[in-house]
């Protein structure tokens, strides 16, 4: 005759059940536990469907230009022009991942059938210069810390204003790398005019995937941003449709 104490030593091998509804059912029978497992396969497959459309890392920058010649081009980093008055950029260069930069020209092709256009007024910055940017400024405010690098040194981020069919600024809420609360895309104290043209912009930007940030109206991150790679080759070294490839 066995005794209760080898009983109960062999219980604990059998399957673990749950006191559910129907009686004493193994742990997966239960109806919790049954959903915690759909939510789990859900989630799963959400995330292998996420990686199969993933950006491609490798993916090269291409000029913007080359893509769309109606798409204006105001790099202020290469100008004086700017919130930190200097210079950063040699080159006045408008690069972007390449599907990025085809995505904004769908956001021009959109604009233009409105009777608008885009002005870009930032894109690819390579980390160099976000560590000048924080030498000069080092306040996470208003720049991205390095080490933790900008959107814009991934190549997937673009700062964007309006024009209208002829390439001349509209009225919009603030001016470039306005740090006050008006720069929100969602400040309501501005005038009509420039609350109508932030609205057409932002469903321009919106339509073709971009997605906005709560505290400049002017900047715009492509869909999965983070899987690029920060970059830090100099704009005037980036070959473009010749062959250039990135060096991770
Ligand atoms: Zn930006």
Same mark, same amino acid.
């Given at each position: 005759?066995?005794?209760?104490?080898?009983?109960?030593?062999?219980?604990?091998?059998?399957?673990?059940?749950?006191?559910?509804?129907?009686?004493?059912?193994?742990?997966?029978?239960?109806?919790?536990?049954?959903?915690?497992?759909?939510?789990?396969?859900?989630?799963?497959?959400?995330?292998?469907?996420?990686?199969?459309?993933?950006?491609?890392?490798?993916?090269?920058? @291409?000029? #913007?230009?080359?893509? !769309? &010649?109606?798409?204006?081009?105001?790099?202020?980093?290469?100008?004086? +022009?700017? *919130?930190?008055?200097?210079?950063?950029?040699?080159?006045?260069?408008?690069?972007?991942?390449?599907?990025?930069?085809?995505?904004?020209?769908?956001?021009?092709?959109?604009?233009?059938?409105?009777?608008?256009?885009?002005?870009?007024?930032?894109?690819?910055?390579?980390?160099?210069?976000?560590?000048?940017?924080?030498?000069?400024?080092?306040?996470?405010?208003?720049?991205?810390?390095?080490?933790?690098?900008?959107?814009?040194?991934?190549?997937?981020? @673009?700062? #964007?204003?309006?024009? !209208? &069919?002829?390439?001349?600024?509209?009225?919009?809420?603030?001016?470039? +790398?306005? *740090?006050?609360?008006?720069?929100?895309?969602?400040?309501?104290?501005?005038?009509?005019?420039?609350?109508?043209?932030?609205?057409?912009?932002?469903?321009?930007?919106?339509?073709?995937?971009?997605?906005?940030?709560?505290?400049?109206?002017?900047?715009?991150?492509?869909?999965?941003?983070?899987?690029?790679?920060?970059?830090?080759?100099?704009?005037?070294?980036?070959?473009?449709?010749?062959?250039?490839?990135?060096?991770?």
């Amino acid at each position: 005759m066995k005794s209760k104490f080898s009983r109960r030593k062999f219980s604990t091998t059998k399957t673990k059940t749950y006191p559910g509804p129907f009686g004493e059912q193994p742990i997966f029978h239960s109806l919790p536990s049954r959903l915690i497992l759909i939510v789990f396969c859900l989630l799963l497959f959400l995330n292998i469907s996420e990686i199969a459309i993933a950006a491609q890392p490798d993916e090269p920058l @291409v000029e #913007v230009s080359g893509l !769309d &010649s109606t798409i204006i081009i105001d790099m202020r980093y290469a100008s004086e +022009d700017n *919130f930190v008055k200097v210079q950063l950029y040699p080159v006045a260069r408008c690069l972007l991942r390449k599907s990025v930069a085809e995505r904004l020209v769908r956001v021009q092709k959109r604009l233009q059938a409105l009777g608008y256009g885009v002005k870009v007024w930032d894109a690819y910055r390579p980390l160099s210069v976000q560590k000048k940017m924080w030498e000069i400024l080092p306040d996470p405010r208003y720049v991205a810390p390095p080490e933790r690098g900008s959107r814009h040194n991934r190549g997937a981020a @673009v700062d #964007v204003t309006l024009v !209208d &069919s002829l390439g001349h600024d509209v009225e919009m809420p603030t001016e470039f +790398d306005d *740090f006050s609360r008006k720069a929100a895309p969602t400040y309501p104290h501005v005038s009509e005019t420039a609350k109508k043209n932030r609205q057409i912009l932002i469903d321009a930007m919106e339509a073709e995937g971009f997605k906005g940030i709560s505290s400049e109206w002017w900047h715009y991150d492509a869909p999965r941003y983070r899987q690029y790679p920060i970059l830090d080759e100099p704009l005037d070294r980036v070959e473009t449709d010749s062959g250039y490839k990135i060096k991770n």
